[in-house]
């Protein structure tokens, strides 16, 4: 009886998020990722290769810093790993934490949730989107300056927590 209810969980889970494919146009590729509340750019800090760089927001300046690659972490859904252009290293929770203000920093990619990010459409938004981490089910989160560092916080649908994806050739 355990084995059929674990089952039905998993099968429930991703019934969930296999809800939101239809209202995610993003697909596999190449984005600057702007912040809808400040206009700024989701970067690596000065650029950084290394694991645990913090990432936050910048003003556009062309750099792979500021550019990221959305691969699905399962065909057709709408969970995804974000890459960075420049350094090979996922966006990722710090420590895997559930916790409200956790930087968000780059990371080796491994097969944890914490590099899981479920991107849903706003209906009331057209072209933005709220980007949440799989494992704690909070969205990414800005302030609105340059060099402002990003994290998760609770969901209060705001501008600071939306995002536009802008495919790069």
Known sequence: MTDSVTESATESEIESVTDHVANTAITDGRYRIRNVGSGLLLEVAD???RSGARVRLGAEDGSEAQL?????VHPGGALFHIENAASGKRLDVTGASPDDG???QQWSANAFGAQEWL???HVDAPGTYTVTSFIS???LTAADTPGAPVHQWEDVDAPTQWWRFERQG
């Open 47 to 49: 650029g950084s290769r």
């Open 102 to 104: 956790v930087p968000i």
């Open 119 to 121: 991107l849903e459409a």
């Open 68 to 72: 990221w690659r959305l691969t699905p």
């Open 137 to 139: 089910g909070k969205p």
